[in-house]
């Protein structure tokens, strides 16, 4: 296996692992086998050299005095975070042991892995675990907190996360980001809007709940109330019809259900659409014919506005605004939500699926898992979280830690630090760094895909979560070959892809030369898409049998209680959703966690700019700073970033900060996905 471990001084290639899309190439400093800096790779066609704070302030989150360094046995309460050292191998024993136990006394079910993508990586993330708890039968993930109603919605359109090939933006006329705060989760897409606009004049135009980073660095932004997202893409459709801005021709040959659309949009006249999104009348119109009239135009779709009930419909109905125009035939004209399915690997090689002898097993919603642990029958009577932190990341996070304090429990948590979750864990165990491994990096925005090798010795006794899971199947008697096989091998058996042609042409062999490799996208149109019709849907048949409207509509979020304001826990610059809230660096770059809040409002409320302030609904409440001003529309309540429990549990302020105590865990209307920003709350001075 490839390795630069054995060199000790150096500057070497890597990938950055963190959840966004950017995926950046870096380059590791080394000296006397230690990463002393982190900077991007030049020679990166996309990311160019330019990386975040976050990854640019890795080095302060691999050697953190705080990282796990040994296995680790609960000895004090859940909780409470008190552990006493074990070894590899009692850990081991210990977990498996108790699984035998509940397999015989209450079946594999009974079991449940809990993950995400704390490291994107193909192996990290869905490798051999996928094999193992497969093997095993325990409950099924259904890992939808991130952007599975969007998916969902936008696969009903264009039959799949397809988009424009992002360095194509750079002749892009006007950019429109649609509920995204690039500037802090995908920099490199604001940085070609940037070149486009110097070089072309290109326009930016950012519509959002609040003025953030990539708000204040645009031409125009356009606040919106939340949820209401929909309502203003039918208002510009509305505006694009009556005054004939659309491409007829494109309509005809790549669309099915215009006529259909043409008539049902005249009921979202600019005046109904200004009473619902608080978009003046006079803004949307000028909103439609700025995308009517100019051209290539491109909307980068963000994850925002999908994390309400009506998530998935926003999607499909902002994807069908370029097709209105005949975006899609220009280069740099179009839209992109995702492009996951161009670097698409063999998940059935790599996953085994077919190692799960009984295929009616539960499945089990991952937003959900407050609920899951605490009313759900049969019971979970264990939980193995890996790449994931729920016990602040998941939302109605006061019952999530209510259940994860469950005694009878057996949790069991692989991480680098001793986060919120694992301090309720019975057996801890340390986990690799990204750049003590090898494994592969597929972007779901850029087209490219990069080979990770291990730069430096796994830290102390820390394992990755393929060694971990060879361990447990070794321990489980599972005597399969497959449970043995090298990272090489492995990644060799993804790449080999049939159902995926972009994919030709690369092969561990070929990136190990290479780093990484392009996949060999070809424009969407003129073609046919993975549609039941081939064409663009904006009505669907599809849609109609699942049981929704066949056409984009706006529908209401769900009544959330009758608390005043709508709240919004949007993402931070220096953090990625709990990653790095731990770490000194990245929290000073952050200072402190903020509410942020419309100054009509707080003259109201008695509230005045740096009060401290209760957030409270029938969920749980925190305590916040509150920043007055104008970023957000009264009504509306926002803030940024998911920060972690003071390290003493027992102090009254422990966990103040943590904003998904506020969340609804109800699920949005496709795909199972999450509902983070339907919640709303009430705001007082303390």
């Not at 073609?527 to 929704?548: C, N, V, W």
Request: a negative charge; aromatic letters at 8%.
């Amino acid at each position: 296996m490839a390795s630069f471990i054995e060199e000790r001084d150096g500057v070497f290639h890597a990938v950055c692992p963190l959840d966004c899309p950017d995926q950046c190439g870096l380059l590791l400093h080394k000296e006397n086998g230690k990463i002393i800096k982190v900077e991007g790779d030049p020679q990166h066609p996309v990311t160019q050299g330019h990386i975040c704070n976050k990854v640019r302030n890795m080095t302060e989150r691999i050697y953190d005095n705080n990282r796990l360094k040994y296995p680790l046995r609960r000895i004090g309460k859940k909780g409470e975070g008190q552990f006493e050292r074990i070894s590899w191998t009692e850990a081991i024993q210990t977990i498996t042991s108790r699984w035998k136990e509940l397999i015989d006394s209450d079946g594999p079910e009974s079991i449940l892995p809990y993950s995400f993508y704390g490291n994107m990586g193909r192996l990290s993330a869905e490798g051999l675990d996928r094999r193992f708890f497969h093997r095993l039968g325990a409950s099924r993930l259904d890992q939808t907190i991130c952007s599975a109603a969007g998916s969902v919605g936008y696969k009903y359109i264009m039959g799949g996360s397809i988009g424009i090939d992002p360095e194509d933006t750079i002749h892009s006329k006007l950019f429109i980001f649609w509920g995204i705060n690039a500037a802090s989760t995908n920099m490199h897409q604001v940085a070609l809007a940037q070149k486009a606009r110097k070089q072309n004049g290109a326009k930016i135009i950012v519509i959002d709940v609040h003025k953030n980073q990539t708000g204040r660095l645009a031409d125009w932004f356009i606040p919106i109330l939340p949820g209401t997202d929909s309502a203003l893409a039918l208002g510009m459709m509305h505006v694009l019809f009556a005054e004939n801005l659309v491409n007829q021709d494109f309509l005809q040959k790549y669309t099915v259900g215009h006529e259909e659309l043409r008539e049902h949009v005249i009921q979202y006249d600019p005046i109904t659409v200004s009473a619902i999104t608080g978009v003046p009348v006079d803004d949307i119109y000028r909103l439609a014919r700025m995308y009517g009239e100019t051209s290539p135009s491109f909307i980068r779709i963000g994850n925002g506005p999908q994390h309400h009930d009506n998530g998935g419909m926003f999607v499909r109905t902002v994807a069908c605004l370029p097709a209105l125009t005949g975006q899609w035939l220009l280069k740099g004209g179009g839209a992109i939500k995702g492009n996951s399915a161009y670097l698409a690997t063999n998940t059935a090689h790599l996953q085994r699926p077919d190692l799960l002898k009984n295929k009616q097993t539960r499945v089990i919603n991952m937003n959900v898992l407050g609920d899951t642990l605490l009313s759900l029958y049969p019971p979970v009577k264990s939980l193995f979280v890996y790449g994931a932190n729920p016990a602040v990341v998941a939302p109605e996070a006061n019952k999530v830690r209510k259940g994860l304090g469950r005694e009878d429990l057996f949790t069991v948590v692989h991480d680098l630090f001793l986060t919120e979750t694992a301090k309720y864990a019975d057996i801890v165990l340390p986990a690799t760094s990204s750049f003590e491994n090898t494994d592969i990096y597929t972007s779901y925005w850029h087209h490219y895909i990069q080979l990770q090798q291990p730069v430096i010795e796994p830290f102390t006794e820390s394992k990755s979560n393929v060694d971990v899971f060879r361990l447990l199947a070794k321990e489980m008697s599972f005597t399969e070959p497959l449970f043995q096989e090298t990272e090489a091998e492995m990644i060799s058996q993804a790449l080999d892809n049939p159902h995926n042609p972009y994919l030709e042409g690369i092969s561990y062999e070929s990136l190990v030369e290479q780093r990484f490799m392009k996949a060999k996208v070809k424009p969407i149109f003129p073609g046919t898409l993975p549609t039941p019709s081939g064409k663009i849907e904006l009505f669907s048949e599809k849609m109609k049998e699942d049981g929704y409207p066949p056409l984009p509509t706006y529908v209401p979020l769900v009544n959330d209680g009758d608390h005043p304001y709508q709240f919004v826990p949007g993402p931070n610059h220096n953090f990625l959703n709990s990653t790095f809230s731990n770490n000194h660096k990245h929290l000073t770059l952050e200072k402190e966690p903020k509410l942020f809040m419309n100054y009509q409002d707080a003259l109201k409320a008695g509230i005045k700019d740096g009060d401290k302030v209760r957030i409270w609904n029938h969920r749980g409440e925190c305590e916040l700073k509150v920043s007055v001003g104008e970023q957000v529309l009264p009504g509306v309540v926002v803030t940024q970033g998911l920060w972690a429990d003071s390290a003493d549990p027992s102090h009254p302020q422990a966990a103040k900060q943590l904003v998904n105590v506020l969340t609804p865990d109800r699920i949005a209307d496709m795909g199972g996905g999450a509902t983070f920003f339907s919640g709303r709350v009430s705001v007082e001075k303390i």
